[in-house]
């Protein structure tokens, strides 16, 4: 098993001085972590990223993301995160929201987020022009 100073310089190519954090950085509750390396290098990366390199032993790759399976940003508990690929947790994602009708011409959509309230442009102009926005 290696030592944390260890796996640092085996990750990121330099020996660990100090972790500040987790903070959070959104009004999503996303929380980030600062690294900061005897030589002076600064690295910011998401707190659920940093738990997964730490269990894999490993940086991820360019097309890995982690994922909460229970989709509560604010539980970074190790068992609650999962690696996808980037196209998956788009999938996932964008799987979560239904169909829901449009409030302006009451046309039946798929949302694409959750705030998502109009089938197109049009009709979210044409609700801003009648005061619904």
Same mark, same amino acid.
């Given at each position: ?6 796996l ?10 100090k ?12 929380e980030?972590?600062?690294?900061y390396?005897?030589?002076k ?7 659920p990223k ?28 190790i ?7 980037r196209?998956?947790?788009i999938?996932? #994602?964008? $799987? /979560? @929201?239904?169909?829901?009708? =449009? ?10 987020? #959750?705030? $998502? /309230? @109009?089938c197109s442009?049009? =009709?979210?102009y ?8």
């Amino acid at each position: 098993m290696l030592k944390i100073d260890d796996l640092d310089k085996k990750l990121y190519g330099y020996h660990l001085a100090k972790i500040y954090g987790p903070y959070n950085q959104t009004y999503e509750a996303r929380e980030i972590i600062v690294l900061y390396y005897s030589d002076k290098v600064k690295r910011t990366l998401s707190y659920p990223k940093y738990l997964m390199e730490r269990k894999l032993g490993r940086l991820l790759e360019q097309n890995e993301t982690v994922d909460h399976i229970d989709e509560a940003s604010i539980n970074n508990n190790i068992e609650n995160l999962q690696i996808l690929s980037r196209e998956d947790n788009i999938r996932k #994602s964008q $799987s /979560k @929201y239904g169909n829901i009708d =449009c409030l302006v011409c009451n046309k039946s959509f798929k949302q694409k987020y #959750s705030y $998502s /309230k @109009y089938c197109s442009n049009k =009709c979210r102009y044409k609700a801003r022009e009648l005061g619904l926005h």
